[in-house]
């Protein structure tokens, strides 16, 4: 989450670091790309699909509530 700042790499190379890294849940093989086509509220779309739990941490304190 890079917030303001500009990311220091293109958005191709940071798809391709992803995928190395096995964070991405599905990729369309298909059409050979890391892309997947998705409709997102009736609208179709070109997404990453990411696996959410790289992205969130969760723990085991039940004192603490969820996201």
Not at 13 to 28: K, N, P, Q, W, Y
């Amino acid at each position: 989450m890079a917030g303001a700042e500009p990311l220091p790499v293109s958005a191709q190379t940071l798809r391709h670091r992803l995928h190395e890294r096995g964070i991405l849940a599905s990729v369309d093989g298909g059409r050979q790309m890391l892309l997947v086509r998705r409709t997102l509220e009736g609208i179709p779309r070109q997404i990453l699909h990411l696996k959410a739990r790289d992205l969130v941490s969760f723990s085991t304190d039940s004192s603490r509530t969820p996201l």
